[in-house]
């Protein structure tokens, strides 16, 4: 098994703070700029596993400033450059405190809500009748709190601008954004024989201006469908063929494990850390049309630390 990055310990020049997300070790750089390392940790249900997962930080930071790249032109977004294939360095934003997640079809948490007889999500209401992984007669909104730590909470557009959270104004400018942002990921997608079936975006602010931040269109943030076959497995109630961590979901929840009080994190095996990289690495291909190409790691924290300092040295 090739090694795995579950943690650093970097000291910057301008270092002000560092923040260990569940994936990611962000660096405050003199209050202006954040350097962001994708770790290979993984979490699911808001836990992160014991285990880190070879090539994943790499294979989310690639996919990520492809996608923030492709769409520039929509809003700009916090990503300065990319010194390291782990690495981003971007803009220091005020991140707003909700997730904007939109979902075409009806999978997911969205499902298990569904199946237990919600028909209101987030505010919005669903139709009765709809099968798992069935369309949305079109996508639909359903924020999230952002959680410092613990489970992310499902919250509504009134209940946001009513408590203030984020301005009416401001909050419709960050639909407008994620609904042009999720179609044309749904185009990309398609073109690659995939469906960008839900995802989420995060959005921040510096000097007045809105930003996209963080990741966007990664099998960590969104969940893909193989577009061949899609509408026979539908017809049959099959499960669909996907690229996204939701596999890895279901074998917690078929192990006992959804993160629950008094759960215990099932053993990983070795055999199962490299199926979840290929998996990771097989997105990367199939999404990007790119053959992932695995980045030296023979001492991987002195390339990434090495990166950086050279980055900050010449740039910042």
């Known amino acids: 098994m090739s090694k795995a990055i579950v943690s650093t310990n970097f000291t910057f020049p301008g270092l002000k703070s560092v923040y260990k997300g569940k994936v990611r070790d962000v660096y405050n750089i003199s209050d202006k700029y954040l350097i962001m390392i994708v770790s290979d940790r993984i979490s699911a249900f808001d836990v992160v596993l014991p285990k880190g997962i070879p090539y994943k930080g790499q294979v989310l930071n690639q996919i990520a400033t492809k996608f923030l790249d492709a769409t520039a032109d929509i809003v700009p977004n916090w990503k300065i450059a990319t010194p390291?294939?782990?690495?981003?360095?971007?803009?220091?934003?005020?991140?707003?405190?909700?997730?904007?997640?939109?979902?075409?079809?009806?999978?997911?948490h969205a499902w298990r809500e569904y199946s237990a007889g919600k028909r209101l999500l987030c505010g919005v209401p669903l139709p009765d009748g709809m099968e798992?992984?069935?369309?949305?007669?079109?996508?639909?909104?359903?924020?999230?709190?952002?959680?410092?730590?613990?489970?992310?909470?499902?919250?509504?557009?009134?209940?946001?601008?009513?408590?203030?959270?984020?301005?009416?104004?401001?909050?419709?400018?960050?639909?407008?954004?994620?609904?042009?942002?999720?179609?044309?990921?749904?185009?990309?997608?398609?073109?690659?024989?995939?469906?960008?079936?839900?995802?989420?975006?995060?959005?921040?602010?510096?000097?007045?201006?809105?930003?996209?931040?963080?990741?966007?269109?990664?099998?960590?943030?969104?969940?893909?469908?193989?577009?061949?076959?899609?509408?026979?497995?539908?017809?049959?109630?099959?499960?669909?063929?996907?690229?996204?961590?939701?596999?890895?979901?279901?074998?917690?929840?078929?192990?006992?494990?959804?993160?629950?009080?008094?759960?215990?994190?099932?053993?990983?095996?070795?055999?199962?850390?490299?199926?979840?990289?290929?998996?990771?690495?097989?997105l990367f291909e199939h999404i990007t049309g790119d053959r992932f190409v695995k980045a030296e790691i023979e001492d991987v924290q002195g390339r990434i630390f090495g990166n950086i300092r050279n980055f900050i040295n010449n740039n910042l």
């Open 132 to 282: 798992e992984n069935q369309k949305f007669p079109e996508p639909i909104l359903t924020p999230t709190t952002k959680a410092m730590e613990g489970h992310d909470e499902d919250i509504s557009r009134e209940e946001i601008i009513e408590s203030g959270l984020v301005s009416a104004d401001e909050y419709t400018k960050l639909e407008q954004y994620t609904r042009a942002i999720f179609q044309r990921g749904t185009e990309i997608a398609a073109k690659m024989g995939l469906i960008l079936v839900d995802t989420k975006y995060e959005f921040g602010k510096k000097e007045g201006v809105i930003y996209l931040i963080d990741e966007i269109h990664t099998p960590d943030s969104s969940r893909y469908f193989y577009a061949s076959g899609y509408e026979e497995r539908l017809a049959k109630g099959e499960n669909q063929k996907q690229l996204s961590k939701e596999f890895v979901r279901q074998w917690l929840i078929e192990n006992g494990f959804q993160g629950k009080e008094g759960q215990s994190v099932p053993f990983m095996s070795d055999d199962f850390v490299d199926q979840i990289s290929d998996r990771y690495i097989e």
């Open 84 to 108: 390291d294939p782990m690495v981003t360095v971007g803009h220091l934003c005020e991140p707003y405190k909700v997730e904007m997640v939109i979902r075409g079809y009806l999978t997911g």
